[in-house]
């Protein structure tokens, strides 16, 4: 009802969706195929995993995972949010990692975006302050030791016991930066503006977390030279605790590159 009048195209169309539909964060854009990745557990450690791009994708012990003829899977590794249709894909067209890129990866969880990649880049910095997801990260990326850093702390604009700033951690220029840290994007970037200034880097910045998010994010990389753009479509954030009161549609992601 309140969308009813819009102009919105994109807006109309997730609408028209939902009149059949039942409401989810990515409505007409949400994968309905399953693509099932069985899950093994480690003998030596106990820790559960998944076999994807010939690596073992660790899980926390207490991951909840769904079960299929009483066995444990992981349903749509990657498939629904990085589809080049989903309003939350990170690449496009020419808008990707390439080989030999620096890239980094900020709210890393079970390293999908860095895994994707790994054989190609020349070094990945992660950034990833959830405990649960810790110890599998460290056994997820022991093979490639020597390419990636991680960071066990939050990204933020200030540096203290537990946040960290981009521009205390990289002294480098960097190729690709992802961003997906539950609405603390802005001050990310905030605390990286150095590193934003000397590297001329492809970003792909999430900004559905919060309501004006895509506004401020676009601000700031315009700010230090970059052209942006976003991701097509619109989500619906249903996990914002406000959402009930703004009852907003979001681009997912907001991409940034120099000329």
């Known amino acids: 009802k309140l969308y009813e009048h819009s102009s919105d195209p994109e807006i109309f169309d997730t609408l028209q969706w939902l009149q059949t539909n039942e409401l989810t964060v990515y409505n007409q854009f949400e994968l309905q195929e399953k693509v099932l990745y069985e899950v093994y557990f480690d003998s030596e450690n106990g820790f559960p995993y998944i076999k994807y791009k010939d690596c073992r994708v660790y899980y926390p012990i207490q991951y909840s995972f769904q079960m299929f003829d009483g066995k444990p899977y992981i349903v749509n590794f990657s498939e629904t949010v990085q589809k080049p249709e989903s309003p939350h894909c990170y690449e496009f067209g020419s808008h990707r990692v390439s080989r030999g890129?620096?890239?980094?990866?900020?709210?890393?969880?079970?390293?999908n975006f860095t895994i994707e990649h790994i054989d190609i880049v020349k070094k990945a910095y992660l950034f990833e302050c959830d405990p649960?997801?810790?110890?599998?990260?460290?056994?997820?990326?022991?093979?490639?030791?020597?390419?990636?850093?991680?960071?066990?702390?939050?990204?933020?604009?200030?540096?203290?016991?537990?946040?960290?700033?981009?521009?205390?951690?990289?002294?480098?220029?960097?190729?690709?930066?992802?961003?997906?840290?539950?609405?603390?994007?802005?001050?990310?970037?905030?605390?990286?503006?150095?590193?934003?200034?000397?590297?001329?880097?492809?970003?792909?910045i999430?900004?559905?977390?919060?309501?004006?998010?895509?506004?401020?994010?676009?601000?700031?990389?315009?700010?230090?030279?970059?052209?942006?753009?976003?991701?097509?479509?619109?989500?619906?954030?249903?996990?914002?605790?406000?959402?009930?009161?703004?009852?907003?549609?979001r681009h997912g992601v907001i991409y940034g590159e120099r000329n």
């Open 132 to 204: 649960q997801w810790l110890d599998a990260l460290h056994l997820t990326l022991k093979p490639f030791k020597d390419k990636v850093v991680l960071i066990p702390k939050q990204l933020g604009a200030c540096d203290s016991d537990y946040s960290v700033r981009l521009d205390s951690v990289i002294k480098e220029a960097v190729d690709f930066i992802k961003m997906d840290i539950e609405g603390a994007e802005c001050e990310s970037l905030l605390g990286g503006m150095d590193l934003l200034r000397k590297s001329n880097a492809k970003l792909s």
């Open 101 to 111: 890129d620096i890239i980094v990866d900020a709210g890393v969880a079970e390293g």
């Open 206 to 249: 999430c900004a559905y977390h919060r309501q004006y998010d895509e506004n401020y994010i676009s601000f700031i990389l315009q700010s230090l030279g970059y052209e942006t753009s976003h991701s097509r479509g619109r989500m619906l954030f249903l996990h914002d605790p406000s959402i009930d009161r703004t009852l907003d549609f």
